[in-house]
């Protein structure tokens, strides 16, 4: 089994060997390497060995045979090659003698060659070169021409050739150096374009600030020259005198712009204006700004995606531009022209928004305008308030109404509200009217001042109609009277009442252009008269009569002029009714207080009449002097009192002219007055005692009084009316005179007494008085009988006025 087994193995083992070997025979050397490796990984390496050398000698003996098979035919080949090599050896020769030759003969055809190969190669590199500076011209066209247009400040159009230059022409030259440097240059420029745009912009924004007053007195010319067109076709509506009408306005207006217009710079965004034709159209406001800086900044900006930077930029420098607009001087008060030149900047600024507002797509917008516009309204209405609080002209007043209104009427022309500014001319007609009433009260003080409180004389007919003509005065009596004549009032009737018709057509200007009904003018106009009536003139005619020089006459002549002026207000009503075509009877019609004022006048010239007079009666009571103490009769009145008598007749003879119950109430005054002094006088604490002789003398003077009182000095009076006001003193004086005190003590208290108006108090102190005296005089005759029964009787008699006195009070 054994020797079975190890023959199978050998068997095995030589084919295996002869596999192999049969692979190291066909297969390359370079990839033996495996094939040995099987061979050093087996256990028969020897066996393996022997068999390659047994193989190995085999292929010696074949090589050997063959070789020796082959020998002649190969010494055969040997000896030809050997000849072959003779004739090569000349072939070889023969071709370098022929290349030599051939050499130095093409020398020059290789030379022109060479020549023609450098001039192909020039040729291909000029070519290409031309080809690829014709992809790279346009490039540099397009960059130069971005250049020029950025020199000549052209920013959108360079913008535009920008984005041509670095979308269309640069990718297809992309691989070149100097390409690479544009393209990083192109965020620079548009930072250039972007820059320079907003510097325009700001120079724009600045030349609109400071030339905004040209364009909003542009404006309000323009809407001015429109009112008074439309004025004129209102008034002259054929179509020949309308078309006469405007070119004469505009005339005038053109000659305003050609001195006026702001002169410009490029892109201030200020334009001129030429010389327009008379009958082509005056030119807007908005015609004189060139807004093309902002146009192209918002289209630089929306190109580089930019635009709402640039919407909040513009808008918050134009807040800016508002608020500096908005703040008036600090002397804006002083003159008209401060308030227009605070009005055109105003409208300036809206006028320019508003266009900007009408000519972009959301560079401002209606909200942000109308927040603006609430903005300006309200600081222009407080700064209005504030700075015409200053303002003592009426004239200045009105003069700013009128530029208010126009201002106002500019702005509505653009779509603004201005309610508000016509709201605010109401409150600023309250204050016309107090400096109206100033001035007026001025006015009043000097025609008052420089009256002379006489009747007017008027020496002819042409004199008559002219004051007629001033002053509603109807008087048949007067007006058939002779020449000269005169008229009962004093130059400051007509004077007076003209300066009404003055203050209403004052009050009457500034209702123009409110919008105002007629009812409402009509309303105002009453009411600022009806001040000027019951205050300024009021006021002006009191401080005339409460001066302490002035006299009688003066009074008289002011209560003979106020009647007539009280008589005019009915004609005042009429000439209010004429010019507002309000008529009285319509409802809430405000009536005229003319009447009372007047009659206040008056009745405070009466007053001041009454108290002159007893002020003069008290001045020549401070001349009397009498002796309380006389014993003797001087059977005449005293001189003062003649003088005061005689005064009183001259005075009242004056009063002719007066009302007859003012003449007897001033009358009846005096009197009473008089009597009551007299009374003072005789009861004063300084007289301590009076002799019956001095009783007398006073008794004398009271007659002269009542003589006085009976003569009538003024009409009107019944029989023995005015001598009521001496009747105390003349029971008092008939009292202690006939000494008649039975009768007063028996009839005390009796309605019908003799003795009624006599006061017990006033009678036992003029008792007193002569019963100290009585004592005084008669100290040493004081034992005779007559005597002592006469100081009896005066102590009986002060005893039982001092019952009466004691009876009455409990």
């Not at 030119?283 to 919407?311: K, M, N």
């Not at 605070?342 to 927040?371: M, P």
């Not at 009962?488 to 200007?509: D, G, R, T, W």
């Not at 000027?532 to 009021?538: F, Q």
Request: charged share 30%; net charge negative; aromatic share 8%.
């Amino acid at each position: 089994m054994e020797r079975g087994k190890m023959a199978e193995e050998s068997l095995e083992t030589a084919s295996e060997h002869e596999r192999i070997l049969r692979e190291i025979e066909s297969t390359d050397t370079a990839c033996i390497g495996p094939t040995l490796r099987s061979v050093y990984d087996g256990e028969e390496h020897g066996r393996f060995m022997e068999k390659l050398e047994s193989r190995i000698r085999n292929h010696d003996r074949e090589i050997e045979k063959m070789c020796n098979f082959h020998y002649q035919g190969f010494v055969d080949s040997i000896t030809e090659l050997l000849k072959v090599r003779g004739e090569a050896q000349k072939l070889k020769n023969q071709v370098t003698d022929t290349n030599r030759k051939l050499q130095h003969e093409g020398k020059e055809l290789v030379i022109a060659m060479e020549e023609l190969k450098q001039c192909r190669v020039q040729q291909r590199n000029i070519s290409a070169t031309v080809d690829k500076l014709m992809l790279c011209l346009p490039v540099l066209e397009m960059y130069s021409k971005l250049r020029d247009q950025m020199k000549t400040k052209r920013h959108y159009p360079a913008l535009k050739t920008l984005e041509h230059l670095e979308h269309t022409y640069l990718p297809q030259v992309s691989h070149y150096r100097f390409c690479k440097v544009m393209v990083d240059n192109i965020p620079k420029l548009r930072e250039e374009i972007k820059d320079v745009s907003m510097s325009d912009l700001k120079d724009f924004l600045e030349s609109i600030r400071k030339h905004s007053d040209k364009i909003g007195e542009t404006a309000m010319k323009q809407a001015q020259q429109q009112r008074n067109l439309d004025n004129i076709v209102l008034q002259q509506p054929r179509i020949g005198s309308k078309r006469k009408s405007k070119k004469e306005v505009y005339t005038f207006f053109d000659a305003e712009m050609e001195s006026t217009s702001p002169k410009s710079e490029q892109d201030s965004g200020i334009l001129d204006v030429e010389d327009e034709e008379d009958d082509e159209e005056v030119p807007g406001a908005q015609d004189l700004v060139d807004f093309s800086p902002v146009y192209r900044c918002l289209h630089i900006y929306s190109v580089l995606s930019a635009r709402e930077t640039f919407e909040n930029y513009y808008r918050k420098q134009r807040r800016k531009q508002a608020r500096l607009v908005l703040q008036p001087p600090s002397n804006m008060h002083e003159t008209l022209d401060g308030y227009r030149k605070y009005f055109n900047q105003i409208v300036g600024f809206f006028v320019v928004e508003d266009h900007i507002l009408h000519t972009t797509q959301g560079l401002v917008n209606r909200a942000y305008i109308d927040e603006l516009w609430e903005m300006a309204l309200s600081k222009t209405i407080a700064a209005l308030r504030a700075h015409s609080s200053y303002c003592s002209d009426p004239n200045l007043v009105l003069d700013l109404k009128n530029l208010i209104v126009l201002f106002a009427d500019t702005l509505q022309v653009y779509g603004f509200p201005v309610n508000q500014l016509f709201d605010m001319l109401l409150e600023i007609r309250d204050q016309y009217s107090e400096t109206l009433l100033k001035k007026w009260a001025g006015i009043f003080r000097n025609i008052l001042d420089s009256d002379n409180y006489s009747p007017i004389p008027v020496m002819n007919e042409e004199t008559y109609k002219k004051v007629v003509g001033q002053f509603p005065f109807q008087d048949t009596d007067l007006k058939k009277q002779l020449f000269p004549k005169k008229f009962p009032f004093s130059e400051f009737v007509p004077k007076v009442y003209n300066q009404i018709k003055e203050f209403i057509y004052a009050c009457l200007k500034f209702s123009e252009d409110l919008h105002l009904s007629s009812t409402e003018v009509d309303d105002m106009i009453r009411k600022s008269t009806n001040l000027l009536l019951t205050r300024t003139l009021s006021n002006s005619l009191q401080n005339v009569i409460k001066r302490k020089n002035i006299g009688l006459t003066e009074l008289v002549q002011i209560i003979i002029n106020t009647t007539h002026l009280e008589k005019s207000c009915k004609y005042l009503e009429e000439f209010i009714t004429n010019i507002t075509n309000v008529f009285p009877e319509t409802v809430h019609t405000t009536k005229l207080y003319g009447t009372t004022t007047f009659k206040d006048a008056r009745h405070a010239a009466e007053e001041e009449i009454y108290t002159n007079l007893n002020q003069k009666i008290d001045q020549f009571l401070q001349l009397a002097d009498y002796d309380w103490m006389a014993g003797d009769l001087d059977n005449k009145a005293s001189d003062y009192l003649v003088d005061l008598i005689a005064f009183l007749r001259s005075t009242f003879a004056v009063f002719t002219h007066l009302p007859g119950k003012v003449a007897q109430t001033a009358c009846m005054s005096a009197c009473k007055h008089l009597a009551t002094s007299l009374m003072q006088l005789l009861l004063e604490a300084e007289v301590r005692q009076l002799t019956l002789g001095a009783l007398q003398q006073f008794n004398l003077d009271v007659r002269e009084c009542e003589q006085f009182a009976r003569s009538g000095p003024v009409p009107g009076f019944q029989e023995d009316t005015l001598q009521l006001a001496f009747i105390d003193l003349r029971q008092l004086l008939d009292l202690f005179i006939q000494w008649d005190w039975s009768t007063y003590l028996a009839d005390y208290g009796q309605p019908n007494c003799k003795y009624l108006r006599v006061n017990p108090v006033t009678a036992l102190t003029l008792l007193e008085k002569m019963k100290d005296t009585s004592r005084k005089n008669n100290m040493f005759a004081q034992f005779r009988k007559n005597e002592r029964d006469k100081q009896k009787l005066i102590d009986t008699v002060a005893k039982q006025l001092r019952g009466l006195i004691s009876s009455h009070h409990s």
